[in-house]
């Protein structure tokens, strides 16, 4: 089964469009790629109630961050400074980049 290509990759700046948290801009820290999914630093923050265990010494309500479908998310362009589409092409050495559809900023470092 071959990997898909997402938009957004992890370190990328992202901006939430859909949801309770639109119109905020923040990090990707992790991709979950099988549900399709990206958890986004200080954004989507849920509470959750645990009990003191081997791993976590102290129980109580540790707020975390929930992860976000990608479909609620846009890529933020460092030129343009705000959320645009992405494409992506081939470069004349080979190389596959992704590039902002507004200002055709190349993404990819």
């Known amino acids: 089964m071959s990997e898909r ?5 992890k370190n990328d700046k992202v901006m939430v469009i ?7 801009i923040g990090t990707v820290l992790k991709m979950i790629t099988k549900k399709e999914r ?7 923050i849920v509470k959750r109630h645990t009990k003191a265990g081997p791993k ?9 961050e929930a ?3 990608i479909s ?14 992405v ?5 004349e050495d080979g190389s596959k980049v992704r ?3 507004k200002c055709g900023e190349i993404l990819d470092k």
Do not use: D, T, W
Request: glycine share 14%; with cysteine.
């Open 5 to 9: 290509k997402f938009h957004i990759r």
């Open 18 to 24: 859909g949801g309770k948290e639109k119109g905020k």
């Open 38 to 44: 990206a958890i986004v630093e200080k954004l989507n």
């Open 56 to 64: 976590s010494a102290k129980g109580g309500i540790i707020e975390k």
């Open 67 to 69: 992860p976000i479908h």
């Open 72 to 85: 609620n998310l846009m890529l933020v362009c460092g030129k343009c400074a705000e959320a645009a589409r």
């Open 87 to 91: 494409g992506r092409k081939v470069l």
């Open 99 to 101: 590039f902002c559809k």
